[in-house]
């Protein structure tokens, strides 16, 4: 099945306690395009980059196997952000963001992306999340990923979004906010009944929650002994849940294949965390995913 994912692509600067990297590929839509091609599905990319944009990023996305006609290349610097992480690894802080020509993005989709079996809109503006699900065609399974910073300046929209999508993922942190709850099977139910029939609540190195109509899921992290950068882990696991899904090659997506997705979606994730960037990502297989997910069962089977 073909995927489409709209996002951001970025370039990002990374300081944590140890190392500094800068101008790295990031943004939502690098790091969910390549999780999700690891799948062997067509994968669309929807974005907005500037004429600064580094050749070596855009051929290490090509050699992925990701389709880059729907990226808009235009007179102007791409999409940076700068950020530094505490010593836990857990916490960050933004220390810089320069917008630049992420504020033209204005999505335009080819007639094969339009079409897309799954879709994925991957962290961005819900207004540019509302112009890609206004092009579709047909009747995808769509998945939708937000933020703090769209809670709080865009709700309206953000909620009208949500509404329109089958599944909608959001962190821990933000769920309590977004519902003014702390407890989380409280919020996810909550999400819920804002319009999603699906919501998966991401707890980071503590796993995902999952929550449907008639059912509710959780999972652990697949548990690494060192972080290097985890950056784009939330990016990945939603990426690598929706190249799972178009990989069952359905029109009746199940709870329990949501559950499966989840999983693979975690364990992608673990990959990312282990160097900077989508590094790893970068050189990631099929085989290596496979052996990952396989141990991470044996771990989590009693």
């Known amino acids: 099945m073909s995927v489409l994912i709209a996002g951001t692509v970025a370039l990002d600067s990374i300081h944590t306690s140890t ?42 996305l090509v050699s992925r196997g990701v389709d880059l006609a729907n990226v808009d290349v235009v007179e102007g610097r791409t999409f940076r952000w700068t950020g530094r992480y505490h010593d836990d690894m857990n916490h960050r802080e933004t220390l810089d963001v320069s917008i630049d020509v992420l504020e033209k993005f204005n999505p335009r989709l080819t007639v094969d992306a339009a079409a897309a079996k799954v879709v994925l809109l991957a962290n961005m503006s819900p207004d540019n999340q509302l112009d890609v699900l206004g092009q579709l065609t047909g009747k995808p399974f769509i998945i939708a990923d937000s933020m703090d910073l769209w809670i709080n300046i865009a709700r309206a929209r953000l909620e009208e979004m949500m509404k329109k999508v089958d599944l909608f993922v959001i962190n821990e942190d933000e769920a309590r906010i977004f519902v003014d709850e702390r407890n989380l099977m409280t919020a996810g139910h909550r999400l819920r009944a804002m319009g999603p029939k699906y919501v998966v609540v991401k707890k980071g190195e503590h796993g995902a929650l999952l929550f449907g109509p008639n059912g509710f899921f959780t999972t652990t992290a697949y548990p690494l002994q060192k972080v290097a950068d985890p950056t784009g882990a939330g990016d990945t696991f939603a990426g690598g849940m929706t190249g799972y899904l178009a990989s069952l090659n359905k029109t009746d997506i199940t709870f329990e294949d949501l559950s499966r997705a989840v999983v693979y979606g975690s364990v992608l994730a673990s990959f990312t965390c282990e160097e900077f960037g989508v590094k790893r990502l970068g050189n990631l297989t099929a085989g290596e995913a496979a052996g990952r997910l396989a141990e991470f069962r044996s771990y989590t089977t009693f």
């Open 19 to 60: 190392e500094v990297h800068n101008e790295l590929l990031g943004g939502s839509a690098s790091y969910a395009a390549m999780a999700a091609a690891l799948s062997g599905s067509t994968v669309h990319l929807c974005a907005i980059v500037g004429t600064d944009f580094p050749e070596p990023h855009h051929s290490l």
